[in-house]
């Protein structure tokens, strides 16, 4: 495909340029022609064009105007682009629409990198998985482990709700224009959640948010700043004098199942997603 719009750096438009790194990302995505595929900003095409050869359909969205254009030009209706700002994509009914959940793969821009990660997670039940690439400090975040400075609200989430892999690094080099900050690519497979579930997941993210927001300070001022009463707090199996960093994945759920009887009591913590 041949458009040279300037990049706008206001939609995070740095292209990969690199033939061996999109190779790498296109074999470990490994596509396969029966499989409901979704790209996130196609941009120029570079994984769409190799994800073309090898799927007789794509879904694609992508929010220039100018690209989507061409996108739609270039690969006629064995392209289904949708013009559209991928927050605004219920990507439920693009499931629902092909009878299959769907495999994501992105590119993305990585100024709504979490906004991202958050809509995906939050239609977990249409999607397989989910291959992206992110800023390097991000991507360690997401395969953090507790007592780390990288461990906290989006380790917790990305463990809980799917299996995080750091795939690989990609160097700044690769990128058309040069971005200020490395690249890795993650794979989040929405197929092995963490078992069991928490009993109430909005509980479940709400003690996760509300003790880590507080950070610095033990569990037991967290859940008291959450409103979970006194006498509660000591029937708790968990060390309260613990700091949010030091619990894992398991002690979250063990936490939030043990503050069921008290949920109505707990106030709703409404971060925003951008701050995660
Ligand atoms: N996938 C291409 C590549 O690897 O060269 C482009 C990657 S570039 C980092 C991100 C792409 O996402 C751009 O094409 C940009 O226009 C598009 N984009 C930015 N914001 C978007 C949004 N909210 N929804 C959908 N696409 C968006």
Redesign the pocket.
Known sequence: MSIHSR??K????????DANV?QKIIRAFDAQPTENVL??????????SMLMEQLPHLTA????NE?SAMLQITYGDKLTL?H??????DLRAIAAERGKKLRVI???????TSP?LFHVIDTRDAVKDFMV?MQTEVAQRLVAKPRTKDYGILSIFAQYYAAPRLLFGVSRNS??PI?AVTSAVVTLNFDSPYSPAAENDVLFRTIVRGTFGKRRKTIRNGLKSLNVPPDVLDTLSINLEQRPEELTVADFVLLSNQLLSVASLITPVTTNEDNV
Do not use: C, W
């Open positions: 990049p706008k206001s939609l995070g438009q740095n292209f990969l340029h999109i790209e996130i900003g196609p941009g120029r095409g570079a994984l769409t969205v992508e929010l220039d690209l949708l559209q700002d991928i927050l605004s994509v992105g590119n993305i821009p990585y100024n709504i991202i690439m990128f058309y971005p």
